[in-house]
């Protein structure tokens, strides 16, 4: 019997590539440049697998239609925000995630935007590599304590927790969280986090706010200005959730009113574009979605795909179906 064809998107860890042509009749991208829309749809229409990733933009339009030769999508990535899910389920197209494995990663780097931000890291190191330091003084570049300050999360899934552990049990800091669901409290107290009712009270309450729900239409700038204005005076916002969930053109208002006093960036509205603006501001830390982005998460997450792809072609249930 002929072996399934798949296509993946882009360049994956050479273990992981390994795994898939033992398994696959697996076309890879060798030279890692994105397909487009077109390419997409080409692929859709002939393999049997497609594993794209999270920017890889996959709505209805390109999913539509009988001659659709694809089974399953295969996502490299937590987040799927980028595929019409709903519009896949009507097709009957099976989509997978990859949970689990970068939680702590994305925690990590999390922690680092909140330490950099406060402690000024990407302004400091700027400083010295433009040869602008002059010597230590009393005065220079003072930033803002961590210890001992107050985080608010919201979103209290498997990243938020992890981030909550670092935040309480690493930096001695009081952590409160908003979650739409509720969170029984010994369930928090492990994590050293307590829960409020409402976004709007971890706001007020907060010096640093970090947000780790999901992207997509439901929580699509749920950081507007309403809520920017919402925010306790001088706090700072870490986002490593999706780009959408903030609303930028409210956010750099925030920056320049002073409302907020930094903010900590991994993703952004219009990947990979980023607003000048923000890049001309010294107290934003800007990474380039990094979050997950260690040899040991992106090889988990791969390693993910192929076993979720690997259980479909078999006849069982794939481990991390979505829809
Ligand atoms: C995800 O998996 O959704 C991240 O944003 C990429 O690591």
């Known amino acids: 019997m002929s072996r399934p064809r798949i296509l993946v998107t882009r360049r994956w860890p050479a273990a992981v590539e390994a795994v898939l042509s033992e398994r696959f009749d697996s076309t890879f991208n060798s030279d890692d440049t994105a397909l487009d829309a077109a390419q997409l749809r080409e692929a859709l229409l002939a393999y049997d697998a497609v594993l794209p990733t999270v920017s890889d933009k996959l709505p209805a339009a390109l999913l539509e239609g009988d001659a659709i030769r694809t089974k399953i999508l295969g996502n490299f ?125 971890v706001l007020a309450v907060s010096d640093f706010v970090s947000l780790h729900c999901p992207g997509g239409a439901e929580n699509r700038h749920l950081m507007n200005a309403a809520r920017f204005a919402a925010i306790k005076p001088g706090a700072f916002l870490i986002n490593t959730a999706r780009g959408d969930v903030v609303d930028e053109a409210a956010l750099i208002s925030a920056l320049e009113q002073g409302t907020i006093r930094g903010a900590g960036l991994d993703v952004y509205e219009a990947e990979p574009n980023v607003p000048e603006k923000l890049k001309t501001m010294e107290n934003v830390v800007l990474l380039p979605h990094l979050g997950s982005a260690t040899e040991e998460t992106r090889t988990a997450m791969g390693m993910k795909v192929a076993d979720n792809i690997t259980a479909f072609f078999d006849g069982r249930e794939p481990p991390d179906r979505v829809v």
Request: aromatic share 8%; proline share 3%.
């Open 77 to 201: 990535g937590v987040g799927f925000n980028h595929i019409d899910v709903a519009c896949a389920k009507a097709k009957g197209i099976v989509v997978t995630n990859t949970p689990g494995v970068l939680t702590d990663c994305t925690a990590d780097i999390a922690m680092l935007l909140l330490l950099s931000v406060a402690r000024r890291g990407g302004e400091g190191e700027r400083e010295l590599r433009a040869g602008a330091w002059s010597g230590w003084r009393p005065t220079h570049m003072i930033g803002t304590k961590v210890t001992g300050k107050t985080v608010g999360i919201v979103g209290f899934g498997r990243i938020g927790r992890a981030f909550a552990q670092r935040c309480h049990f690493g930096f001695g800091m009081d952590v409160v969280f908003y979650n739409r669901s509720a969170i029984d409290p010994m369930e928090a107290t492990r994590y050293g986090a307590v829960q409020l009712p409402t976004i709007e009270d």
